[in-house]
């Protein structure tokens, strides 16, 4: 008999999570607003290599998964908070053995009784390769992204990208609107910044290193970007997080 999914969640969040415990193919979670998971299924956690959801709850992307893949789900997450749906897009999703798998991908945002926005649910489902080949342009844009990804400390510009993934200056931004609600260069500088959270976080690198190696010019570029996108500066993100406190979210 399948082991139900154990949640110290509210009974109407928990039963979802056992609900979708049943579908073996389709991964369900909801994360609080500051990413936190607060319910997943058992083909989540299967996913991530984890035997209960005790060893997930509370834990970002961040602490699941490699910092490239976490900082895309992150980025579709703020997305979500800010009341967006994700519809059908179809990404590779990283699993804890290094392998990938393709998915179609869907989030909605959750709302208290006033309509606040106050969490994110999903659902991913595995597809076949015939899915994934109708899928072409998702593969495309995958494969901008990613070289942005590998090449964040040098100067990009859309041509480059473009050429990249095979696609026309023009397909190539239309691509990004549809996708991530912003142009490549927004794109860009926005993952930039996110990524550069991980080490003001978890290392003691010194800030004009972490600037350096994430595209900017200099530490003042880099502070004024970090504050554009996160209404902090570096030091004073780092000093926040490093103590960041336990959640009482409940939904």
Wanted: charge should be positive.
């Amino acid at each position: 008999m399948m082991r139900r999914t154990k949640s110290r969640l509210s009974p109407d969040a928990a039963a979802l999570a056992q609900l979708f415990d049943c579908v073996e193919s389709v991964q369900f979670w909801i994360k609080d607003a500051a990413g936190r998971y607060r319910a997943m299924n058992r083909a989540c956690l299967l996913d991530y290599g984890l035997a209960s959801f005790a060893e997930a709850e509370g834990k970002t992307d961040f602490d699941l998964s490699p910092a490239h893949i976490a900082t895309q789900f992150r980025l579709d997450d703020e997305l979500v908070l800010h009341g967006e749906t994700i519809v059908n897009r179809v990404e590779l999703i990283g699993r804890f053995d290094h392998t990938a798998v393709w998915c179609m991908t869907n989030k909605v945002p959750l709302r208290d009784a006033r309509g606040k926005v106050i969490a994110t649910a999903g659902v991913a489902r595995t597809l076949a390769g015939a899915e994934v080949v109708s899928s072409v342009t998702d593969v495309a844009l995958a494969r901008a992204v990613d070289f942005m990804r590998g090449h964040l400390a040098e100067a990009i510009d859309n041509e480059t990208v473009a050429r990249q993934a095979g696609l026309s200056v023009r397909v190539l931004e239309r691509r990004f609107r549809e996708a991530f609600r912003l142009s490549p260069h927004q794109y860009l500088r926005r993952l930039r910044v996110r990524l550069a959270c991980h080490p003001l976080v978890y290392t003691q690198r010194v800030l004009a290193d972490i600037a350096a190696a994430h595209g900017f010019c200099d530490q003042s570029h880099f502070g004024r970007e970090f504050r554009r996108e996160t209404g902090m500066t570096p030091h004073e993100y780092r000093e926040k997080f490093r103590r960041r406190p336990q959640s009482d979210f409940r939904l």
